[in-house]
């Protein structure tokens, strides 16, 4: 029984790839779907093929915008997020003080807690504030629930560092200036952008914490969101494979460029 | 937003002084404004919601605290269901990712030789791609006349699956079924990526020397690699399990009112009823729930060093 044999050989392989169609469906329906041409305010059956919604993929009223305003936040998110968790994993990594444990469970907590419960509460203070909820109070909440995401990866790449590299540097005489610009940053370079990176993605994706402090201010997953109620445009699903596109290529490049450059040094 | 720079070094002219010496000040001048944020935006709120689940009044006359702690049990013992199914969804849900991600993390750890970038590639992207529209095309998956269900229907699965009331009838859609799918989809991805890390931390020697010792693939898997990725395993399904049993969004949009989770309840209280201290109480009960799951399964695990 050969055939038996090398299912058995090949099982691994074979349930991993099934488990990765599962994890991409979803993907391969949006993007045939975006060349559908719906009968209904609802695009969930196929009708007929057209190309109408990829030469106009802005023609839904408020979409485009809502997608610039997530972007918008999502890059505001990403720098606010970054820069102060990359400051927080190094005093984490780098030095000894008292309540670093306290830090430490401070960082993990907002990980470890369902986002409806920080969305909640955090609506609860700005009522409270009686805080106008649009912009400022989306961009805060982003850059809440991002900063642990990077204090994690910056902190990852900052431990596995040879603080030997740096004491090299001042032996040299390089100030604390040029030490940190020209040495520490560099080499935790990749970690911060793996950070940014992460805190891009869930402030760009988020839904639930923006969906109760936004007011009446509209990101695009709520777009999305409405638009299940509505009726779903064919452009949303143009913006989705669009969206896995840019990602799939971004990484892509940031691979390849990667791989060109450790090649150089080897 | 105030951003603080390096702290000013405290020695001018470093040429003198001995090299390492740092400012004694340095660590907390770069923790002050990332912990600032977190006290002010999630400590905080913490506490005002605690503040308000004891409190009563209306929204016309204005909420005061009264202590009035009944709030907590009068929402427990009316929305224990959906408590209730919150945890079944999500136990199942992260049972099933556990199932699904660990081959995949396997795979990408092990087997997948040069194509290990490409894979990885494919489980990140799609967390680029809004994940509402991916979670809108399981309507068009799962929906009545559609192929899953067609399949399911020949196979007479649907049966069994109705008798044991995951599905109902011929539907497969806005039963708990889709929503269990949704959620592992969604999901899905957080525990892959822990579990390929403590995967591939293994040393591929370990599994040579299991295999000259007369262990069979089983045997090694069992007894080597499996123990070998418990920290994989426990970060994986504490971050699938938090999250999904705190989700709304998979049950409004694949499930129906007979399936509606904790998160569904808060959020209609908070944001359409605008009934406060219940919906804080609720909130503040799912919280400790989950602190305290994971506080059990943290020690039975055995695993302190996490994420």
């Known amino acids: ?266 | 937003m105030a951003v603080v720079t390096e702290a000013p070094p405290v020695t001018p002219i470093p040429e003198k002084k001995p090299p390492r010496k740092r400012g004694r000040w340095t660590p907390y001048w770069l923790l002050l404004p990332g912990l600032l944020w977190l006290v002010v935006f999630f400590a905080l709120p913490m506490i005002y919601q605690a503040s308000t689940s004891v409190q009563t009044g209306s929204l016309e006359e204005g909420y005061k605290v009264t202590w009035h702690f009944v709030t907590y049990w009068d929402s427990l013992a009316e929305y224990w269901p959906q408590f209730l199914r919150s945890v079944f969804y999500a136990a199942a849900a992260t049972i099933l990712c556990l199932l699904l991600g660990y081959p995949l993390a396997y795979l990408i750890a092990f087997r997948a030789g040069r194509w290990r970038n490409l894979i990885m590639i494919l489980v990140i992207a799609p967390f680029f791609t809004s994940f509402l529209i991916r979670t809108l095309a399981w309507k068009t998956i799962l929906a009545d006349n559609g192929p899953v269900v067609h399949t399911l229907n020949t196979l007479h699965v649907l049966n069994v699956t109705d008798w044991l009331g995951w599905t109902a009838g011929d539907r497969v859609l806005a039963t708990p079924l889709a929503v269990v799918c949704g959620l592992t989809y969604n999901f899905l991805p957080f525990m892959i990526l822990p579990l390929y890390t403590s995967l591939e931390r293994i040393d591929g020697r370990l599994h040579e020397a299991a295999g000259d010792l007369y262990a069979k693939p089983w045997t090694t898997f069992r007894k080597v690699t499996f123990p070998l990725s418990m920290p994989g395993v426990v970060s994986g399904t504490l971050l699938t399990f938090i999250p999904a049993a705190g989700d709304y969004v998979n049950a409004e949009l694949l499930g129906s009112t007979d399936t509606r989770m904790i998160g569904n309840v808060i959020q209609t209280q908070f944001l359409r009823i605008l009934d406060y201290p219940t919906a804080a109480a609720l909130s503040f009960i799912l919280m400790a729930a989950i602190l305290l799951m994971v506080t059990v399964y943290i020690r039975r695990s055995g695993t302190e060093d996490l994420v």
């Open chain 1, 1 to 266: 029984m050969s055939v038996v044999t090398w299912l058995k050989r090949h099982l691994v392989v074979i349930a991993g790839l099934l488990t990765l169609g599962y994890l991409l469906l979803p993907n391969v329906v949006v993007t045939v779907f975006s060349f559908n041409k719906p009968k209904g305010r609802f695009n969930y059956e196929w009708q007929q093929f057209s190309t109408d919604a990829w030469k106009d993929p802005c023609g839904v009223a408020d979409m485009c915008g809502s997608l610039g305003l997530s972007l918008q936040i999502a890059v505001w998110a990403t720098i606010g997020a970054t820069v102060l968790g990359t400051m927080i994993a190094f005093a984490l990594v780098r030095y000894r003080f008292r309540a670093r444990g306290a830090v430490n469970s401070l960082i993990f907590l907002p990980m470890a807690m369902p986002e409806v419960v920080m969305a909640a509460s955090l609506l609860t203070l700005f009522l409270n504030m009686g805080a106008q909820l649009g912009f400022w109070t989306i961009l805060i909440a982003h850059i809440m629930f991002c900063l642990s995401f990077v204090v994690t990866a910056v902190k990852a790449r900052v431990m596995s560092m040879d603080p030997r590299l740096e004491q090299a540097a001042q032996d040299l005489y390089a100030g604390p200036a040029q030490t940190f610009l020209r040495v520490t940053l560099p080499i935790a370079a990749p970690g911060i952008a793996a950070g940014a990176l992460l805190a891009f993605a869930l402030s760009f994706d988020d839904f639930i914490i923006t969906n109760f402090n936004a007011g009446s201010t509209v990101t695009f997953p709520m777009f999305v969101w409405g638009s299940a109620q509505r009726g779903t445009p064919v452009q949303i699903n143009v913006i989705g494979t669009a969206m896995f596109l840019v990602a799939v290529l971004f990484v892509l490049s940031g691979m390849i460029i990667g791989n060109r450059r450790n090649r150089q040094k080897a």
